[in-house]
């Protein structure tokens, strides 16, 4: 039996091994008709590697980049959005965002928001999870590095001199904790999508003979609030809230 499981250890691994290799070459295939300017192949080759559950920055700004060659702002729109998950601050990804928004039919100017939380809201946004949790990491392990040297020598009559550098690393530790629980929170509770139609219509409530609140278009990102059977309550970036059907937009 010892023989049989470690067979089917080596098999898998190869088998894993060969399936990275080959969407490696698909990821170069795709970029390869991007360059030569086929760009529904491209897309065709990048739709592949994430059928096959991969994903990365990079695959998604190419994918991003390839639908707005196309014109097909909403799919440009979605998978930006879903590149900047993995590439904050990225400076081709931000430039190109801009550009997209520019094209866009919806200029929604958002909410005004108090200093102090759209500072806050920054801060959020600016850092990525996978960093922050280095971050607050790091932070711990020095912080217990830098307790148990202060314990040391306070035992001999020398530990005030670490006591202010102590306090000053968990403070640092706590204010990147808290971010790291907002941002924690932000990523379960909150929702966004992107419309995908060149038009659409939200209602007042969640059916098709309720009043019309207002006509968004594709691209346009919006919050989702609630899930109605079939239907999403969503919130404009100025605060205004409708109903829309789940086929008129795709979740981020």
């Known amino acids: 039996m010892d023989v049989i499981k470690r067979l089917f250890l080596i098999s898998f691994i ?3 091994s060969v399936t ?3 969407l490696h070459d698909v990821f170069n295939q795709g970029n390869q008709y991007y360059q030569q300017g086929e760009y529904e192949q491209a897309i065709e080759s990048y739709q592949k590697i994430i059928e096959e559950g991969y994903e990365s920055g990079p695959l998604y700004f190419n994918l991003g980049n390839a639908y707005y060659k196309l014109g097909q702002l909403g799919p440009a729109r979605l998978y930006y959005e879903r590149a900047s998950e993995y590439l904050k601050n990225d400076e ?5 965002m801009q550009l997209l928004n520019l094209r866009l039919v919806d200029q929604i100017e958002p909410m005004p928001q108090f200093f102090l939380n759209a500072v806050w809201t920054h801060v959020v946004d600016f850092i990525a999870i996978d960093m922050l949790i280095w971050i607050v990491t790091g932070l711990l392990w020095l912080s217990l590095v830098v307790f148990s040297i202060r314990y040391y020598f306070r035992s001999r009559g020398r530990g005030d001199r670490f006591k202010i550098l102590f ?3 968990f403070v640092i530790f706590i204010f990147f904790a808290l971010i790291s629980i907002q941002k ?3 990523l379960e509770n909150e929702q966004y999508g992107i419309i995908m139609k060149s038009s ?26 609630r899930v109605t059977g079939d239907w999403y309550e969503v919130r ?10 789940r086929t008129y937009l795709e979740i981020i």
Do not use: C, M
């Open 236 to 245: 404009l970036a100025d605060g205004k809230t409708g109903w829309l059907e």
């Open 200 to 225: 659409v219509t939200s209602r007042a409530e969640p059916k098709i003979s309720a009043t019309e609140v207002f006509i968004i278009h594709e691209g346009t990102k919006v919050k989702i609030e």
């Open 167 to 169: 306090a000053f690393i």
């Open 92 to 96: 081709a990804l931000q430039e190109n």
């Open 14 to 16: 190869i088998a894993q």
């Open 20 to 22: 990275a290799a080959n």
């Open 184 to 186: 924690i929170y932000n």
